[in-house]
């Protein structure tokens, strides 16, 4: 079960949104009585609630809004267990100062704004000994391995234990409290009113996540990433899963650089079974397994890795697979009877590559790999020298991207373009040739500024949400063995990046 936080400054305003939650598919509501401006009238907001509610009435020490006394405070939660409260939130401290009566459920609670406590287990002991119904325990994660350690703590108590993490670290646990215990975890109203760092809205933890449907079989998947919250890979998988039914979840994880290895052994205990690998992951992800699906060693990065039946990572690079369908597609060959489709596609084609890094490499060696002549150009020259040496192909000098260069394919492989410099591009309109095949790798927006030049002089375009929904469509399969339902990964990639954030 999701309870939803609710805080307003307003009985009148908590009453309309309560209902409104209610009306949504809320089944329980925390109300945040510390928010209201007047002294609460716990009684008023109590009467005709639609749905089980948590009354909470935090302090400016636990990061509330109470205003007036201890007193007063303690008060108001003895109003609220006296009204019949379905749960009322007791800080560990006053726990012991407010008695048990009727049917209302004791919330004993702890709360770490700075870091999650190397005694943990300790702080769990006292708390059993304070009359819970349910512990909550909530700390900051610092590290992705705090996720972890509050989860086993759930896992193995014996009053029902919700342990989660705040930040962006600490988004995992969240998601999976309930897979591991927790009655209920918590989430906000929406995304613009998060009452806690990490705080996922009501909407995303239902509908992207789907977390009531969690649950002991649910098989784990996820991004690892630093940053992770731009990410747009939780939104697409989970709706493949979903369309599909199948009983998985695919979830953010942050990662810092130096802590890949460890953090994918911690995270073998929920455990997880494949992972999406991205920034600034790619080259360091190799070091985890030497079983490589494709020419991994040849890319020097990978963006997958799947779990084997015998327990065992393989890594594969579904950028490349992406890229090279999406060229094959659009210059879709006619080979003759038993020839390559990708080699009939690229061999003897002059393909320009705008950019040096990541995904420059990986479909630089695609093109190699297939035949095609390659140039690249890059800001920084020596890059391009050294990823052109590597490839054993062309380096053409930045300033003469456009006027030295008669390209067949142009693939650009820079973020000029990206949100929210949608009003640039990385290569003059009058460069443009017709008939060109323009591939902007960019997927936010999609209709570039390169790409909407390239469609008004009539050269063919590839999108970068063409691809990405063809590397992710490639993980779900080997996540899976299943085809991937990719109409669906597309329109939820769409609708996402919005018009507005697409300057259409
Ligand atoms: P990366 O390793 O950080 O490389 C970034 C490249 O952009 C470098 O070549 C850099 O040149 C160049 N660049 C940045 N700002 C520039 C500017 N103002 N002018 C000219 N060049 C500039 O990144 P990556 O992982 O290869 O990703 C590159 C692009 O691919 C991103 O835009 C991303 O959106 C896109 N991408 C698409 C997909 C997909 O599935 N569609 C997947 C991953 C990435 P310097 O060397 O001079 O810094």
Known sequence: MICVSLGRTRHKMVIAEHQQLAAKGAQLVELRVDWLSHLPDV???LANRPTPVVVTCRRARDKGLWKWTEEQRLAALRTAIVGGAEYVDLEMDIAASIRRFGPTKRIVSHHD???????????????AALDPDVIKIVTMANSPLDNIRLLKLAAGAKVPTIAFCMGEFG???RILAGRYGAPFTYATFSSERTMAPGQLSFEDMRDIYHYDQINAATEIFGVVADPVAHSMSPLIHNAAFARERMNRVYLPFRVPREMLPEALRAFDWLPVKGYSVTLPHKESVLSVTNRYNGPILDLGAANTLYKEADGGWTAANTDYDAALQSLVRELNPEPAPGADRALSALAGRKVLILGAGGVARAI???IVNHGGVLMISNRTK???????????????????RGTTVFADVLINCTSVGMHPKVDETPYAENWLREGM???D????????LLIKQA???????????????RQAARQFELFTGASAPVDTMSDVLRRAISPARSAE
């Open 382 to 400: 020596a890059r391009a020298v050294e990823l052109a040496r590597q490839l054993g192909c062309q380096q053409i000098d930045w300033q003469n």
């Open 441 to 448: 790798t960019i997927y936010n927006p999609e209709r570039t």
């Open 437 to 439: 095949v323009v591939f």
């Open 113 to 127: 704004f700075d870091k999650t406590p190397d005694d943990l287990e300790e702080i769990h002991k006292r708390m």
């Open 43 to 45: 009684g008023r907001l």
């Open 171 to 173: 988004v995992p646990s």
């Open 364 to 366: 630089g060696r695609a």
């Open 455 to 469: 469609r008004e002089r009539e050269c063919r375009t590839i999108t970068g949400v063409e691809m990405f929904v």
